[in-house]
């Protein structure tokens, strides 16, 4: 089952307040021109509406993307956005979308951090003037801004995970934060952890620049996936992006001009590459496999615990889904550890397991359920 989500930055830039696709300097609300709402709302289903009659049907359509930064360098377009003006262009937009008999669902609102999207910011020293719990504000049935009866909003509160990954401690407990943020708000609300790329230092990874095709990052995403997916329990996991070709941890397949042997020049400046390239797949790309290959739409998270001596203090995380239509079961298994981690699944017979480790990309191997293997730094997906 394929799913298109379609997004913006910013209006277009006739519509913006300064006639550019990005906000000016010490003006913090959306950039549109006043009275321009309905202007940009029927903008945008002009747009879903001339993919319809492509035969392409987007089945999401996010308005905002994160509407906590102020958006006021010309290097990328964007807008900030006030949780009041996010609910007004919502209002509008949902009746311009319905009105056209399209069902494209909106999905809200791209919060810069996690936190942004579920807490009041300023209890942890952080301000955001009308801009964070998102949820609350969106979804609790309290609120003077509810918009969970509106018939073409999604469920769900999206964030990115940026700026909570570290420490691993840290990491742990904001998810933990969150999700019990989110059940207070509306325990029927959905998660969405809508975009993540490396971007801070730490001491596991040096930088978001400078592209890596191997384990190490691999494996650090992995965790905050795994992560994502239990404790805050994440519905969707969406990766920025795709195809790249620049020397930035933000791609799952790279391209250069092959001048390096192994490597080459990157980036917009090098003419060739806008017609040919070497493509480099990263270790990243097959570990994103080891769980969108397997974990497919409609399947739910079971309990899945591991023995004190397989634990995440050492090394090994694990988390399980099963179809329920029968489908069977699908257990993901990281291994962060150096070692070789053997695992007894409680159970006899042989089961189908794919392994990306630093030698193979999802390889293919049937191993015993009482004697599963999981080799060093490696992700392993059992389907069961």
Known sequence: MEKLLAFTNSPPVHYTANEKGFATKGVFQLNLKPGFLKNYAGYMADVMEHFKGEGIVFDYLSPINEPQWSWDGHSQEGTPALNKEIYSLTKFLSYELSSRGLTTQIVIAEAGTIGHAVLDMSTLGQPA?????????????????????????????????????????????????????????????GYWMS????????????????????????????????????????????????????????GLVYLDDGSKGESGRMGGSVESLQYNGEVRESKLLWVLGNYSRFIRPGMVRIDCRLSEKQSPENGVLVSAYKDPDGGGQVFVFVNLSEEQVLVNMGEKGKASTFITDEYRDMRFLVQPLNRLSLPPRSVVTLLN
């Open 129 to 189: 003037e009308g801009r964070d719990n998102q949820a609350r504000f969106f979804f609790n049935e309290n609120s003077p801004f509810y918009i969970g009866d509106l018939s073409n909003v999604e469920h769900t509160i999206s964030a990115h995970s940026y700026h909570s990954v570290w420490p691993v401690e840290e990491q742990v407990q904001n998810r933990l934060l969150v999700n019990g943020a989110i059940k207070a708000a509306n325990p029927d609300l």
């Open 195 to 250: 975009e993540y790329c490396i971007l801070q230092e730490n001491e596991e990874i040096i930088r978001g620049g400078g592209r890596d095709l191997g384990m190490n990052t691999a494996l650090y995403v992995a965790r905050i996936i795994h992560h994502d997916l239990v404790l805050t329990n994440a519905k969707s996991w969406q990766w920025w992006t795709a195809i790249t070709q620049v020397d930035y941890k933000d």
